[in-house]
């Protein structure tokens, strides 16, 4: 089934593209949502007008969110738990944990879909992008140590002292990661 799309869809395509996709999506999902309609002769005669609609929509968007961005830019979050020998967690930390965290630490409200990241399962230090539109995505800094050790510091906070007090916050943090 041939679709335009209305709006941006994350992994599909931007609004105005013109996209071949799998029947079931564009008929229980992609219509139904009003994100796209099929690609008809009369529908591909708009896809111009609504292309510069939503690149507009967008510019709006992204200025509206690029202070959000510079806010989160420079963000580490730290997770205690339990875990293995072999450094694998007996759970995982989850997206729903970092977009909790996250509003804890900076008072941003992020959805867990927009955390663009599989279930952390192993102790370490991770990037984790944040999709906040289709063009902004700032990349905050995750870090999973075992519970009942010392925090290792981030490589970075002696240069950053902003970084220096988010380590320091570890508690909060470790509460969240500790269900």
Not at 12 to 26: E, F, H, N, Q
Not at 86 to 106: D, F, H, N, P, R
Request: charged share 25%; hydrophobic share 40%.
């Amino acid at each position: 089934m041939k679709v335009l799309l209305l709006k941006d869809v994350y992994k599909l395509g931007r609004a105005g593209d013109v996209k071949r996709v799998a029947d079931g999506y564009g008929r229980n999902y992609l219509l139904p949502h009003s994100l796209a309609v099929l690609a008809t002769p009369e529908a591909l005669k708009r896809a111009v007008q609504i292309r510069e609609q939503a690149n507009v929509q967008r510019e709006i968007d992204n200025k509206e969110m690029d202070s959000v961005a510079k806010r989160l830019a420079g963000v580490v979050l730290i997770f205690s738990a339990r875990a293995s020998e072999t450094g694998k967690l007996y759970g995982s930390v989850t997206t729903l944990m970092i977009a909790e965290s996250l509003k804890q630490k900076t008072g941003v409200e992020v959805i867990r879909r927009q955390v663009d990241s599989q279930p952390l399962r192993a102790l370490g230090e991770y990037q984790v992008p944040i999709r906040l539109t289709v063009d902004l995505i700032p990349q905050i800094r995750v870090i999973v140590h075992r519970e009942g050790e010392a925090v290792p510091l981030p490589s970075a906070a002696p240069a950053e002292p902003e970084m220096a007090v988010e380590a320091s916050e570890e508690p909060e943090a470790g509460a969240v990661g500790e269900e």
